[in-house]
């Protein structure tokens, strides 16, 4: 089996760099454009600052568990955001923002929350007591991605700089770490909890803290995003199953879709930029 090319259903220019002195906590910077149009961004369970900059519209920003109130659209310059299980939905005509992928324990480390209490809400910085104005200010006045990605990576090192790092949290991210790193099936979560060692309530509440979700909870975003990568090649939904570590087809088809509110199928058929963000619809 042969897919097709997928062709963005707009226009959509994104820019990446993986900020200085940051490793392991900030993963990486974007600058993302578009024209007017509703995308849909599958999770990644990691940690999110989003600084919509002022030649944006925003019709709607929001994550699963955001109420209708935290829905209104343009009631914030920026938001801290974790996609755990359930995609986000952002619509804007026209669409400009700065956004750094972070490791969810940057949560802790970088804001003092629990990574849990970002799992899929959108929380502005104000309700932390952060300050955002200023280098909401310096994103805008910027001239060259380079430039807004040093502002933002300049701006997380000095908060960086007021937090230190637990113990605990090190011992237990490098142990979940190796657990996942050979990109083999994702283990199960009696299996995980043998490999790092911890009881399990001792290690459901360091993922809690540090990750956002329940070991098993983790496990399962892991093996959706070998999954997701595994739909962009030509491999056969039975083969993308098996090869993702699900029992069945039925088991994958059906944890899919609570994943990203579509059969994988329709994932498929989606216009899209990479794998994760879909092109739903234009904006007028």
Known sequence: MTLAPVTPAVDFEPQVSVPRGLHGIVDHIFE?????????????GKV???????????????????????????????????AANRPISVAARPLHLVL????????TLLFGIPASELRNRSIPPAALGIDIS????QLNQAQTFQQRSDILGSWLRRRLGTQAAPPRFLSYSSRVTDIFANGGVVPYTEQV?????????QANRLSKQWLGVSVERHASLLRF???????????????????????????????????????????????????DTLHIRQVG
């Not at 200023?134 to 200010?137: D, M, R, S, Y």
Request: proline letters at 6%.
């Open 193 to 201: 909890l043998d490999l790092t060692g911890y009881s399990a309530a």
């Open 48 to 82: 999110e600052l989003i600084f919509f900059l002022d030649d944006s519209s925003v019709n709607e920003f929001f994550l699963g568990e955001d109420s209708e109130s935290e829905r209104t659209p343009g009631r914030d310059k920026a938001f801290l955001f974790c």
């Open 134 to 137: 200023g280098v909401h200010e």
């Open 32 to 44: 993302l454009r578009s024209g007017p149009a509703q995308h849909l961004v599958m999770p990644w």
């Open 225 to 275: 995003r070998k999954a997701l990568a595994l739909l962009n090649s030509p491999m056969d939904l039975a083969q993308v199953a098996a090869e993702a570590g699900y029992f069945d087809q039925a088991h994958f088809t059906r944890t899919f879709s609570k994943f990203s509110g579509m059969s994988p199928g329709q994932y498929r058929r989606t216009p899209r930029t990479g794998a």
């Open 100 to 107: 750094a992928q972070m490791n969810p324990a940057a949560a």
